[in-house]
């Protein structure tokens, strides 16, 4: 499995506790990708995970496609929405699942004032709410169908397969 802007890296360490046989952690944060292999060796799972610091975008001819392709609540985070979300579904196998902020006009009104709080304070800490049909619309152009969606309040989970 691949994990993108896996952070402390939950989303594979529960998947590799589920049976998974190896992960890539690509995360941006040298102190969250510390934090991962940290909690990869607690586990037990230190020789399953191959840990990578940097932007994905960047990294990504480097990296291997996988079955399943994870990011859980990175695309709000990064800029380029369009590159991320394509080069990780290329990667995906067979899953593709992201969480991302729900499509809606309130939580773009909430961006944008936390944006003008970032940029008061100096902070280059920027995030996005991406429509969703535009992320759907790439993920579907990698060859994936959508298998579920869920919305909470604030974010949606998306998962996609590849047709057999």
Request: include cysteine.
């Amino acid at each position: 499995m691949l994990d993108i802007g896996a952070g402390v890296g939950a989303v594979h360490l529960e998947l590799l506790e589920a049976g998974a046989a190896a992960a890539v952690d690509v995360d941006v944060s040298p102190a969250y990708v510390e934090a991962a292999r940290d909690e990869a060796a607690r586990r037990g799972h230190s020789a399953q995970v191959t840990h990578l610091v940097g932007d994905f975008v960047t990294a990504a001819p480097d990296v291997t496609p996988a079955d399943v392709v994870a990011l859980d609540k990175v695309v709000c985070c990064y800029s380029d929405m369009v590159a991320l979300v394509s080069l990780s579904a290329e990667r995906a196998g067979r899953r593709y699942g992201l969480v991302y902020p729900k499509d809606s006009w309130w939580i773009r009104s909430m961006m944008v004032i936390a944006n003008a709080g970032s940029r008061i304070f100096r902070s280059r800490t920027r995030i996005h709410a991406h429509r969703t049909a535009a992320v759907d619309g790439l993920v579907r152009a990698a060859g994936l169908e959508p298998r579920f969606l869920r919305k909470t309040v604030f974010w949606q989970v998306a998962v996609y397969e590849r047709p057999a």
